[in-house]
């Protein structure tokens, strides 16, 4: 059974720095590309950010040059270190994989930036 569970949500100030965690089981972890998606209240969940087996990485523009996804391959861990923080960052933050035919979700953690 595969299971992806997230750690590291919270509140921070605007400028502020998060670091989120997911912990992945039940797959070789190593040949799957990750991605972290965020969902902002009441908006659609959209990707921000992905990591290939390769360790390539990609982000949407919104983040770039302020949000870092990583991987340890030992530990089984997909990271997603958030600086610069704003209003529009906030929402729930979920990682995923796609595997065995279907995309699988984490339970989501809550990014609150006050405005």
């Known amino acids: 059974q595969v299971r992806l569970v997230e750690r590291g949500g919270g509140s921070v100030q605007s400028g502020g720095s998060l670091r989120l965690s997911c912990a992945a089981s039940?797959?070789?972890?190593?040949?799957?590309?990750m991605d972290w998606n965020h969902q902002a209240p009441g908006k659609q969940r959209e990707l921000v950010a992905r990591?290939?087996?390769?360790?390539?990485?990609n982000y949407t523009d919104s983040v770039k040059a302020r949000f870092t996804i990583s991987r340890d391959n030992v530990r089984n861990m997909v990271y997603l270190q958030m600086n610069s923080l704003n209003p529009g960052d906030r929402g729930v933050y979920y990682c995923?994989?796609?595997?065995?035919?279907?995309?699988?979700w984490g339970q989501g953690n809550q990014v609150t930036v006050p405005s």
């Open positions: 039940g797959i070789n972890f190593k040949l799957y590309t």
């Open positions: 995923s994989v796609k595997a065995r035919g279907r995309v699988l």
């Open positions: 990591i290939e087996s390769s360790g390539a990485t």
